[in-house]
């Protein structure tokens, strides 16, 4: 496997310098090589975390993965990771059965991670597609932005949203 991660990031690398070359950008190997590193990295990060959080419903991923100025961009909450820690505790998510999440779409570009899951239909809630936007810095996350949108049970079009 890490003989493939391998391959792969030099196989990026190929591909990048020579988009790179024909776009007239010169970047050293070394930089793109370390920016596709980066973007990695930061997405395994983030997709552990969610999955802690989201999948396993465990509380102390918030000290494990976000930053303690955690930044939220979501209206309906307050900065900080203990905010997430109050809300999530209040919802009685410990309760909750364990689940693999379900990611649809990862996309990841150094600092900025998104991911596109759908929540599933739980009690009244219906199912909902989440877009998350996550910013890390210094290996935890320090922002987020989200998008949430329920599933509608009779939709015009016949399109799935995920």
Do not use: C
């Amino acid at each position: 496997m890490l003989q493939l991660k391998s391959f792969a990031a030099a196989a990026f690398a190929v591909a990048a310098l020579t988009a790179a070359a024909h776009a007239g950008n010169t970047k050293p190997v070394k930089q793109v090589l370390q920016q596709h590193e980066l973007t990695q990295k930061n997405r395994t990060l983030v997709l552990k975390a969610y999955q802690a959080l989201f999948g396993d419903h465990d509380l102390t991923a918030l000290d494990r993965y976000w930053a303690e100025a955690y930044i939220q961009h979501n209206p309906t909450m307050t900065d900080g990771r203990d905010s997430v820690k109050k809300l999530l505790e209040s919802m009685g998510v410990a309760n909750w059965p364990k689940q693999k999440v379900d990611f649809k779409r990862v996309i990841a570009e150094g600092d900025l991670v998104m991911t596109q899951v759908v929540q599933p239909k739980a009690g009244n809630m219906p199912e909902t597609v989440i877009v998350d936007i996550f910013r890390v810095e210094n290996g935890k996350i320090a922002e987020h932005w989200d998008v949430m949108q329920p599933v509608p049970a009779n939709p015009v079009n016949k399109r799935p949203m995920y």
